[in-house]
């Protein structure tokens, strides 16, 4: 009986194996909500690939919006896609759901494993050069629930990514997201917290930046 036991605490340790991807996790914020950064999410040579394969495939929209009665074009171009049925509105534009492809499938499915949640819906968006931003805003549609995870996967040319506490005006955050990258929100983020995506005069990649959410 002895002998079997000091056999068995003989075993390589197979739950940590040195094999486990360092994924770079990073707590951003963890006051009012919740922001974590996986640095290492995809290697460069996979998010790379994905770059140019949803690049060239994606059915790319140029949306417009209306601000102060005038229609403008946004500074991006997106694509929607979900579970069948869904549509969803977003800054006031009413997207209409494309099909899952394979490609985005089995991102989805890779970030769902570090999520542990699933999600039915992802929104895409092209950012083609430094003049390309998303303004100041919060994921709080109400389709979204109300402490939704959004989980935000970076592809191609580093973007400026900055949060600022909608209460506490000296509470702030600045990151660059890199390629292959995942950011998760969860929590009371969307809540308390605004984000955007700055333009920039310096030269930048284009990126591809995937959300993943659950539509109610
Ligand atoms: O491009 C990004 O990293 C942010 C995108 C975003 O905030 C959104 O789609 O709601
Ligand atoms: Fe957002």
Do not use: C
Not at 3 to 28: A, C, E, F, T
Not at 55 to 66: D, V
Not at 83 to 100: L, M, N, R, V
Not at 107 to 123: G, P, R, Y
């Amino acid at each position: 009986m002895y002998q079997q036991m000091r056999l068995w605490d003989n075993q390589p340790d197979i739950s940590h194996p040195s094999s486990v991807k360092d994924l770079g996790k990073k707590v951003i914020i963890d006051t009012d909500g919740l922001v974590i950064l996986y640095g290492n999410f995809l290697t460069l040579t996979e998010s790379d690939r994905l770059f140019w394969e949803l690049y060239k495939s994606l059915n790319w929209r140029q949306e417009e919006i209306k601000i102060f009665g005038k229609i403008r074009p946004i500074p991006r171009l997106t694509a929607w896609y979900a579970d069948a049925g869904k549509s969803y509105t977003y800054s006031g534009i009413k997207h209409h759901a494309q099909p899952w492809n394979p490609t985005l499938k089995s991102i989805k499915s890779q970030v769902e494993d570090i999520a542990e949640v699933t999600f039915n819906s992802v929104l895409i968006n092209l950012y083609r050069d430094g003049k390309d931003s998303m303004s100041w805003h919060s994921d709080d549609e109400p389709e979204l629930g109300k402490n939704p995870m959004i989980a935000s996967v970076s592809l191609g040319g580093t973007r400026r990514f900055s949060g600022k506490h909608k209460i506490h005006k000296n509470l702030k955050f600045n990151i660059d997201l890199t390629s292959g990258s995942l950011l998760l929100m969860k929590g009371e983020t969307q809540h308390f917290w605004q984000h955007q995506i700055p333009k920039t005069s310096q030269v930048v990649e284009p990126r591809i930046n995937l959300t993943f959410r659950m539509v109610k």
